[in-house]
């Protein structure tokens, strides 16, 4: 059983998320935009947190959005390989 949770409520749902669409089906009229835990990889039990926009996309880059500037990708490759930091941030 995965746990949604996001700033206001938790909830409960007996469904594996594959992606943000999953978690938009699961949370109904309850589905918010903020960062969810899915499980891409059926194989495993690994949760990987994303942020899913309002119309359940899952969000890879946000550039001059949710409070970020327009240059923030404009970064050395080591930046990259390093990884992009916290889902949702």
Request: proline share 3%; glycine share 8%.
């Amino acid at each position: 059983m995965q746990l949604y949770e996001n700033a206001l409520n938790s909830y409960s749902h007996a469904v594996v998320a594959r992606d943000c669409a999953d978690v938009k089906t699961a949370l109904g009229a309850s589905y918010a935009a903020n960062t969810y835990n899915i499980f891409p990889d059926a194989t495993t039990n690994t949760a990987t947190p994303v942020q899913c926009d309002a119309d359940g996309y899952t969000v890879i880059q946000s550039r001059g959005q949710f409070g970020n500037t327009a240059g923030m990708f404009n970064v050395p490759w080591a930046n990259y390989k390093a990884g992009f930091g916290t889902a949702g941030t």
